[in-house]
C-alpha cells in the first residue's frame, strides 16, 4: 500500500466503482494498463445503466404515438421558425409586404406540412427514407420552382413534376402574396389547397402504414430484458 495512492483504499470499500470520485487517478497510480482500466470504465458504465434502467423504466411509445408526438413539436416549432423567417426577412433585410399577416400564417403552414410530410417518411421507410426526402424536397422541387429558369423552358419531365412538386405550389403562394396582392388565382390557392391535400396524404399514409405495422408487432422496442445483478465487490 506505501505505492499506491491513498483513495485506492477507500475506492475498495465503495459498493460502486463510480461512488468514488478518484477512481481514475487511483487506477494510475496503481500502475494497471490501459487495457484494463478501460474494461474497469465499461464495466462501471454498464452497471450505471443498469442501475438507472431500474429507477426509470424505459417508456414503450408505438409508432403511431411516436409519429403524433413528434408531428404536434414539428406545427409547434413551425410558429417559432416562420416568425424568425420573417423577423429576419421583414425586419432585419427590410422586405416589403403589404400582407405581413397572411404571409406568416402561409409560412407557418408551408414549414408544417413540409415537415409533417417528412417526419411520416422517415417514420414509414426508415432510413433509406432520407434519400426520398432529399430527391422529392431537394433534387426535384429546385428545378422546378421556377426562380432561376422558366417552367417552359425545362424538359418535359421537369413540367410535368411542377404540378404536384411541393415546393413550386409553395412559391407559387408566397408569389402571390408578395406580387400579385395575394390573389387567389395568381397561386394563392392551389398552394394552399396542395399543402391541405399533402397533409392529408402525409396523415392517412403515415398513420395507416405504421399502424399496420404496431398491429403486426413489429414494435420498435426489443422484448423486456431483465438486468444483470451486478457481483458485490470484495
Request: aromatic share 6%; net charge positive; proline share 5%.
Amino acid at each position: 500500500m506505501s505505492g499506491s495512492h491513498p483513495f485506492c483504499v477507500l475506492r475498495r470499500s465503495c459498493r460502486s466503482a463510480w461512488q468514488c470520485g478518484q477512481g481514475g487517478l487511483c487506477r494510475r497510480q496503481s500502475g494497471r494498463p490501459r487495457g484494463s482500466d478501460r474494461r474497469v470504465d465499461q464495466d462501471v458504465h454498464r452497471r450505471r445503466g443498469q442501475e438507472r434502467r431500474l429507477h426509470r423504466p424505459l417508456i414503450r411509445a408505438t409508432r403511431v404515438q411516436t409519429l403524433a408526438i413528434s408531428s404536434t413539436l414539428m406545427v409547434v416549432l413551425s410558429l417559432l421558425l416562420g416568425t424568425l423567417v420573417l423577423a429576419g426577412a421583414v425586419g432585419i433585410m427590410g422586405m416589403n409586404s403589404t400582407h405581413l399577416l397572411l404571409l406568416w400564417l402561409y409560412s407557418v403552414c408551408a414549414i408544417a406540412v413540409t415537415g409533417t410530410g417528412t417526419l411520416t417518411l422517415l417514420a414509414v421507410f426508415g432510413t433509406p427514407s432520407m434519400l426520398v426526402v432529399t430527391l422529392v424536397f431537394i433534387g426535384m422541387a429546385v428545378p422546378t420552382v421556377g426562380a432561376t429558369t422558366p417552367i417552359e423552358a425545362l424538359p418535359g419531365f421537369y413540367r410535368s413534376l411542377a404540378k404536384v412538386e411541393p415546393l413550386r405550389q409553395i412559391t407559387g403562394g408566397i408569389r402571390s402574396i408578395l406580387h400579385c396582392d395575394a390573389q387567389g388565382d395568381a397561386g394563392l390557392t392551389r398552394g394552399s389547397v396542395m399543402m391541405a391535400v399533402g397533409l392529408v396524404a402525409a396523415a392517412l399514409f403515415g398513420f395507416g402504414v405504421l399502424g399496420w405495422y404496431d398491429g403486426k408487432g413489429l414494435h420498435r422496442v426489443p422484448a423486456t430484458t431483465t438486468p444483470e445483478k451486478s457481483a458485490a465487490p470484495a
